[in-house]
T-cell receptor, first 116, second 112 residues
Framework: DAGVTQSPTHLIKTRGQQVTLRCSPK?????VSWYQQALGQGPQFIFQ???????QRGNFPDRFSGHQFPNYSSELNVNALLLGDSALYLC???????????????FGPGTRLTVL | GEDVEQSLFLSVREGDSSVINCTYT??????LYWYKQEPGAGLQLLTY?????DMKQDQRLTVLLNKKDKHLSLRIADTQTGDSAIYFC????????????FGKGTKLSVKP
């Protein structure tokens, strides 16, 4: 059973460019969340997708947008990159609607984005 | 806004117990989590505790929750060099599952 996968592993961009990161959720999961982890910090919630809609959003500007596909995979897009966007971007998946304490988020290995 | 705080560093000797502490402000937290992150890797869920529990034990891991003081701790018994990593405490914002609030992480160093 494959866990959460993300691509690419590393990415280098320059200021002003646009980037797309990809995530495939764990088998059986239909909800995908994205987090940004700056160096030396804990992950910060960007947004969550369920049924191809953005369900929740954290405190991130509109330059950060996303998409979820019918197969539950997801993309994170960042426009007009800034130096401060350099971070590890983590994708997490879960199964929506569960109420038992066994449901939780499984994280992928992340994509390391460097903006020069 | 809601916040989760942790001490940044902890150093222990191999075989000793490690205790990592966390405080949180969100009184509506339903679950509280501990994640482990090794260098260059994503987050690995270690354990979690439901907010109406005081303690949970899972092999070498013991989680203690003081809901009145909003204090959470993770004890690792018989700490090994392989336990060296960054440990994150996270709150779930009342059970939404989509919006975890993380602390900045505690870097655990285990000396042989």
């Amino acid at each position: 059973d494959a866990g959460v996968t993300q691509s690419p592993t590393h990415l280098i961009k320059t200021r002003g460019q646009q980037v797309t990161l990809r995530c495939s959720p764990k088998s059986g999961h239909d909800t995908v969340s994205w987090y940004q982890q700056a160096l030396g910090q804990g992950p910060q919630f960007i947004f969550q997708y369920y049924e191809e809609e953005e369900r929740q959003r954290g405190n991130f500007p509109d330059r950060f947008s996303g998409h979820q596909f019918p197969n539950y995979s997801s993309e994170l897009n960042v426009n007009a990159l800034l130096l401060g966007d350099s971070a590890l971007y983590l994708c997490a998946s879960t199964e929506a609607g569960l109420t038992t304490f066994t449901d939780t988020q499984y994280f992928g290995p992340g994509t390391r984005l460097t903006v020069l | 806004g809601e916040d989760v705080e942790q001490s940044l560093f902890l150093s222990v000797r191999e075989g000793d117990s490690s205790v990592i502490n966390c405080t949180y402000t969100d009184s509506s937290s339903t679950y509280l989590y501990w994640y482990k992150q090794e260098p260059g890797a994503g987050l690995q869920l270690l354990t979690y505790i439901f907010s109406n529990m005081d303690m949970k034990q899972d092999q070498r891991l013991t989680v203690l929750l003081n809901k009145k003081d909003k204090h959470l701790s993770l004890r690792i018994a018989d700490t090994q060099t392989g336990d060296s990593a960054i440990y994150f405490c996270a709150s779930d914002y009342g059970g939404s599952q989509g919006n975890l609030i993380f602390g900045k992480g505690t870097k655990l160093s285990v000396k042989p």
